[in-house]
């Protein structure tokens, strides 16, 4: 995966973590929230054993995904109730020293259930937490979630400044063997608006041609 800027989200989030601090990650779809903590689990895989997790599923499925990611799952877990999912996923073994970062990407509402899973794990400490949000999500379950994840640092992202559109413009140019002189990538660059899907969209249509 090629990743460009957010030095300062990317300085940020780090140093969150590694003081234990959680993330709340909050942005547009598309601007690149999911692939900036990529970037980040890769930086700090010696420390952190990143888990990502859809949000959009059933509590019961990111325990069972969580399991599975920890080399925890077993075969018929997904005949087991809930709750007891749930307390293997807080009481498993693993001689792996790092820190376990949940990811919980693709928070669009947050259920009871799925709110009490988040109290529940956190009551534990056995976990940091990455709370991707979507804009959609209410104001009042974004302060819920905020509250129930303290510490948390709350980081929004925005579009990409001009350099780093450009930047990412001239990889793709270069990824699809598309020769492109500096003015066609500086318009690209500016007409996306720093925009990352807008981005990529431009070329798999280009691509489709």
């Known amino acids: 995966m090629y990743f460009v800027g957010r030095k300062k989200e990317i300085h940020t989030i780090v140093k969150s973590l590694e003081t234990g601090q959680n993330i709340v990650l909050t942005g547009k779809f598309g601007i690149g929230r999911t692939s900036l903590i990529h970037h980040i689990s890769d930086l ?7 888990i990502f997790t859809d949000f959009s ?3 019961k499925a990111i325990c069972e995904v969580s399991l599975a990611e920890l080399g925890s799952g077993r075969p018929g877990i997904e005949t087991l109730h809930f709750k007891t999912v ?32 988040i109290r529940y794990l956190k ?3 056995r976990f940091q937490f990455v ?20 510490p948390a640092v709350l980081v929004g992202l925005s579009y990409l400044p001009r350099a780093d559109s450009v930047d990412l413009v001239r990889h793709l140019f270069r990824a699809y063997g598309i020769d492109a002189g500096p003015e066609e990538i ?16 431009h070329f798999r249509s280009r691509q489709s041609r």
Do not use: C, W
Request: aromatic share 8%; no cysteine.
């Open 44 to 50: 700090l895989r010696d420390q952190f054993h990143f």
């Open 57 to 59: 599923k059933t509590a």
């Open 86 to 117: 749930r307390s293997k996923l807080v009481r498993f073994d693993s001689s792996d020293a790092r820190r376990v970062v949940l990811v919980m990407d693709n928070i669009a509402r947050l259920t009871p259930q799925k709110f009490n899973l």
């Open 123 to 125: 009551m534990q400490s």
């Open 131 to 150: 709370a991707i949000t979507e804009l959609f999500l209410k104001t009042s379950e974004l302060d819920k979630l905020r509250g129930q994840l303290l």
């Open 186 to 201: 500086d318009f690209l660059a500016a007409s996306t608006h720093g925009y990352p899907l807008g981005i990529q969209t």
